[in-house]
């Protein structure tokens, strides 16, 4: 899913995920730097059900970015 449908399925705004996928709240891939995101759907339905969270709460380790 693009950063557009992750914030239409969740009815969050766009920025909010982006947020959540930079920040590592939300796991996503990206080809390389300064690409568009790609998130799996059942990590969207994780993100979800932890109340789409764009801050940190401190049990959330930062996402390390992976070539696809």
């Known amino acids: 899913m693009t950063t557009a449908q992750v914030a ?39 993100w979800i059900a932890a109340g789409c969270p764009s801050k940190p709460s401190g049990k959330h380790k930062p996402h390390k970015i992976r070539a696809a």
Do not use: F
Not at 9 to 37: D, F, I, K, M, P
Not at 39 to 46: G, N, P, T
């Open 8 to 46: 239409a399925y969740a009815q969050r705004h766009q920025e909010t995920v982006l947020l959540a996928l930079r920040r590592g709240l939300l796991v996503g891939v990206q080809a390389a730097a300064n690409c568009s995101w790609r998130v799996h759907r059942k990590e969207v339905d994780k």
